[in-house]
């Protein structure tokens, strides 16, 4: 069995030698385990701050120990009445070709079906950051028809599911990504009003007036994937009473300084900013990923992927999401 370990924390910015790839031999299974193939492997931002030992939004994972991550694949062996041989499966399998999960504790491993949705999407807009996306937006944005929603990352695993969501609310949304390519297909794909590129815009003034010509009713509410520059433009462009949903800072996650310009905007413009963390709101998810589930397999919903090519290619391709390589779901196909 092919694992990736961690095998030392980065200073700074994360690097290939913090990682180690070993081969162990895959153990018996006892009464309640299952054997799974992992099929794809998720790699997500939250990754990069369980590699720190200091407190992130995740907890901090020990050296030489494999990778966490989400995973989905196929039952290869059960002795656990609940799973069958072949059923698609998907938990957190980590960064290995085979786990043995003790699937007798309550929702480490659940079955999915996928004569609608494909396997990989229960990494992405069915999954984890479709949840995410849903949560923030929903619960901490709610937004009305007509209001604008603005969303950075906004081609990513978590961004394009916000955008599209927010259309199918009624209202206007408006992205903001890296690079011509990604705000060509936010716009022309996934149906956003707009989408800036920030990497074209450099510093706040400029992205503040792209911001003014793109949401010329102001904004409502924001999705925060990032920090930075990009905070403190939309923070210019906000409304009386709008909303932010901090999901995410990536900008700082390899350590640099995210201040924060003008925090006195939130008291002038009366505005509600809340962190959140998915995982602990358990309690949305069945709804969530109905409405997910339902608008991918109906197409309302769609959705991009960059997919690495075997184990190996696992720490180059997550070094790249952290500097915006991937476009789109960032997975890793094992077999
Ligand atoms: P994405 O698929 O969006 O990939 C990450 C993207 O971030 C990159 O493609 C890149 O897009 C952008 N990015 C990377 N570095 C920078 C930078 N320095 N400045 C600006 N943009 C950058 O990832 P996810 O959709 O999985 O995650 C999006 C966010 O959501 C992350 O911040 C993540 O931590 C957060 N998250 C939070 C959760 C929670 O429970 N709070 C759960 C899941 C995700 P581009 O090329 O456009 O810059």
Redesign the pocket.
Known sequence: NKQVLLASRPSGEAAADNFRIVETPVPELSDGQVLVRNHYLSL???MRGRMNDSKS?AQPQALDTVMLGGTAGVVAASKNPAFQVGDKVVGMGGWQDYVIIDASQRGMLRTVDTTHIPLSAYLGAVG??GV?AWYGLVKIIAPKAGETVVV????????SVVGQLAKARGCRAVG????AD?CAYVVNELGFDACID??AQVGVKELSAALKQACPDGIDGYFE??G?T?LDAVMQRANAFSRIAL?????G?NGEPIPMAAPQLLLTNRMKLE?????EHMEVWPEALTELGTRVATKQLKYRESIADGLAAAPEAFLG??????????LVKLV
């Open positions: 997500d931002p939250y939004y984890m950051p995410t950075s990352a906004a081609s990513g695993a978590v961004g903001i990504a890296g690079g990604k920030y990497k994937n990032v930075g990009i999901c995410g800072m990536i900008s996650y962190g959140f963390i998915v995982s999401l952290l500097k915006g390589k991937n476009f789109g779901k960032q």
